[in-house]
């Protein structure tokens, strides 16, 4: 079956580094993928999403890189911040009938002072 | 509302009782999705609810689990005779469209503990 999966479970950076958080996924029908960064105690909240005819976007201090050639994804945080410390999830989804999004187990990023 | 409201937040219950979870959406919005993340994990995906359709119910892990959409707005998802194995955080999601942009809103979720 489909699956998504990130390639390290932690990453720990020093803050005001930039951090670099990757992600796999294994259905090549999925057109829409998303970043999602979850705080203790709270749900999931949208960072950035990119669809499948794009390769780059931009956020504000994030920028999303998908390379549908190996089926991979990456969130780029420029000068990581202590508030940037959470656990980041990728998602796809393909955006056909009954579609649902699918999550990777989860990296957490730890900010170093 | 002004986002995905969860009640309870937390709930205990003991092995082999009901327990009932619900999910108010944001406003209009006509999907709505349920998943469950246990302790250090990503989301699994339990059911999804879109407009009049059929639910897709095809993460619900037992027949204990069953989920309803009352009016296409509050959704109660209900965990019968539960099981320690049930103990985690229950999310629910809702989003505006058919194909989402900006991802789903999702609310803090209800930590469900079964002692």
């Known amino acids: 079956g489909e699956s998504v999966g990130l390639h390290l479970p932690t990453l720990s950076v020093q803050e005001g580094d930039n951090s670099i958080i990757n992600c796999a996924y294994s259905?090549?029908?999925?057109?829409?993928f998303i970043w999602y960064k979850q705080e203790s105690g709270k749900g999931p909240q949208f960072i950035i999403d990119?669809?499948?005819?794009?390769d780059k976007r931009q956020g504000q201090r994030v920028t999303v890189l998908l390379n549908k050639t190996v089926k991979h994804l990456s969130l780029q945080i420029a000068a990581t911040q202590p508030g940037d410390s959470a656990v980041y999830f990728c998602?796809?989804?393909?955006?056909?009938?009954?579609?649902?999004?699918?999550f990777g187990k989860g990296i957490t990023l730890s900010v170093r002072p | 509302g002004a986002g995905v409201s969860q009640s309870p937040s937390n709930k205990v219950t003991e092995k082999g009782k009901d327990v009932e979870l619900r999910c108010d959406p944001i406003?209009?919005?006509?999907?709505l999705y349920w998943y469950r993340q246990s302790l250090g994990q990503g989301l699994e995906f339990l059911i999804y609810?879109?407009?009049?359709?059929?639910?897709?119910k095809s993460g619900l892990p037992s027949d204990r689990f069953s989920a309803e959409r009352t009016g296409g707005s509050v959704s109660t998802l209900t965990i019968q005779r539960t099981q320690q194995e049930d103990s985690a955080v229950y999310l629910c999601?809702?989003?505006?469209?058919?194909?989402?942009?900006?991802?789903?809103?999702f609310g803090s979720g209800t930590r469900l503990t079964v002692v």
């Open positions: 609810f879109q407009g009049n359709s059929a639910p897709d």
């Open positions: 998602a796809e989804i393909f955006t056909g009938a009954n579609s649902k999004l699918t």
């Open positions: 999601a809702s989003s505006s469209q058919w194909r989402p942009s900006g991802g789903y809103t």
């Open positions: 259905n090549s029908a999925s057109d829409y």
């Open positions: 406003s209009g919005h006509t999907a």
């Open positions: 990119i669809r499948s005819n794009m």
